[in-house]
């Protein structure tokens, strides 16, 4: 009688996990009267071609895959907030810099003309002091 699931690749692991979930099912312990017809009952509910433990094993390896799958995500979500993050800043640094650059030469210029008008001024001054004592 188990020679159809054996063929199917079926291990003892995968008829103690049916019975373990049948007895879930009923909430009682598994206590037949006749043995070999339960397991066909039971094994009858199945389809042989996909035992348990090879659709736990899909199951596990398509969670790692969509865990991966994840984690590239957010990793390459991270990068592109990285790059975002420091093309901003190297865009305001860019901004900032041009910014002040181009007011220090009006600075300069600016306080290069004060000074101009000062000593301007002072020139003068000092010319209309000697007007006045001569």
Not at 64 to 85: G, I, P, W
């Amino acid at each position: 009688m188990l020679a159809a699931p054996a063929r199917h690749g079926w291990i003892a692991a995968d008829l103690n996990d049916i019975l373990d979930q049948e007895g879930r099912r009923l909430g009682r312990a598994l206590t037949p009267t006749n043995p070999r017809a339960f397991m066909r009952w039971i094994l009858g509910k199945h389809d042989l071609q996909f035992p348990p433990h090879v659709l736990d094993e899909a199951a596990r390896a398509q969670d790692a895959a969509e865990r991966a799958e994840r984690r590239r995500a957010a990793d390459a979500e991270l990068e592109v907030s990285r790059q975002r993050r420091e093309a901003g800043r190297a865009a305001a640094s860019g901004a900032a810099r041009a910014a002040a650059m181009a007011a220090v030469p009006d600075s300069a210029a600016a306080q290069r003309q004060r000074r101009s008008r000062e000593a301007a001024a002072a020139a003068e001054a000092r010319a209309e002091l000697a007007r006045r004592q001569r």
